[in-house]
């Protein structure tokens, strides 16, 4: 369980919305607006380059997977985080669905729920978790979403979950 705190802590979350600039503590936002790239296939295309890297160790390698997503009950109470401590973990939404993120700073292994954070991502977002970033579990709002996730597959116990203390009550509530 998380920290002990003298005082109940109840807060609604604001949720922000998902800017490359704003996220930056915590990894990297996949898209072509106002983004840089180049002409490539005799200038047919344009190549937004290397947006964001994969992030694993000597052991683990970078895999692709699809996870197909259902939405949870809202107001919900976040109970809890999860962090991959080998590797980075990206989701790039497939159908052009908005989505959720709650996430807190890599590099505690408690989670002060004052650093949490939520943002609201468009369709046309995807995002870049770096190594150690306290995530929430996917948050998709729409029914069988489903997410290209590119993540560090290896040995060893890539995700550890943080509880918060029964004294946090940690919501995010949809307007
Ligand atoms: N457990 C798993 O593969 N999914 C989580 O890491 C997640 O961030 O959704
Ligand atoms: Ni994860």
């Not at 970033?133 to 029914?143: A, S």
């Amino acid at each position: 369980m998380g920290i002990e705190r003298e005082e109940n802590m109840f807060k609604t979350l604001a949720i922000e919305p998902l800017t490359k600039e704003a996220f930056a503590p915590f990894g990297d936002v996949i898209e072509s607006e106002g983004r840089d790239y180049f002409m490539i296939n005799n200038g047919s295309t344009r190549r937004y380059h290397r947006l964001a890297e994969v992030q694993t160790d000597q052991q683990g390698e970078g895999i692709i997977s699809i996870f197909r997503a259902n939405p949870l009950e809202y107001p919900l109470h976040i109970r809890m985080l999860e962090r991959h401590p080998f590797g980075s973990q990206a989701f790039i939404p497939l159908f052009g669905n908005e989505y959720l993120l709650v996430v807190a700073p890599a590099g505690t292994d408690q989670v002060d729920p004052a650093t949490v954070r939520a943002f609201r991502a468009t369709g046309r977002q995807g995002v870049n978790y770096h190594k150690g970033v306290w995530h929430h579990p996917v948050l998709t709002l729409t029914e069988n979403d489903e997410f290209l996730v590119v993540d560090r597959s290896g040995p060893g116990n890539n995700c550890d979950e943080y509880y918060f203390d029964d004294s946090v009550h940690l919501e995010l509530k949809l307007d």
